[in-house]
């Protein structure tokens, strides 16, 4: 076990893509503070985000204009600009959404 210096300013739990962003985050609005982060694993992303399609979520199933809705767009948006600030390759490939019974077509004129 490591030893944590006890006066950092902020403990973040997790080096997951939440812990990761939350850490970025924070440290580009206040590079003063002292932030730990601490991962119970060898490696960053071991769980759930290192196991992910890749896909950037773009919020395409919820109500246009929701809440939900609005932070996927902003999410995007800012992975997208991070991927290019860092030169991180990625590709916008776009999404073909079908109908796959006639009861699913309102659900696929709504989107």
Do not use: W
């Amino acid at each position: 076990m490591t030893h944590i210096d006890k006066s950092c300013d902020i403990l973040i739990v997790g080096g997951g893509i939440v812990g990761l962003a939350t850490a970025l985050r924070i440290l580009q609005s206040r590079p003063d503070l002292r932030l730990v982060l601490l991962e119970k694993e060898s490696t960053l992303a071991k769980h759930q985000t290192g196991n992910n399609s890749g896909v950037i979520h773009s919020g395409l199933y919820y109500r246009p204009g929701s809440l939900k809705a609005l932070n996927c767009i902003a999410g995007y948006r800012q992975l997208l600009t991070f991927c290019q600030d860092e030169e991180i390759p990625h590709e916008i490939c776009g999404k073909v959404v079908v109908a796959t019974s006639e009861k699913e077509l309102p659900q696929l004129e709504m989107l």
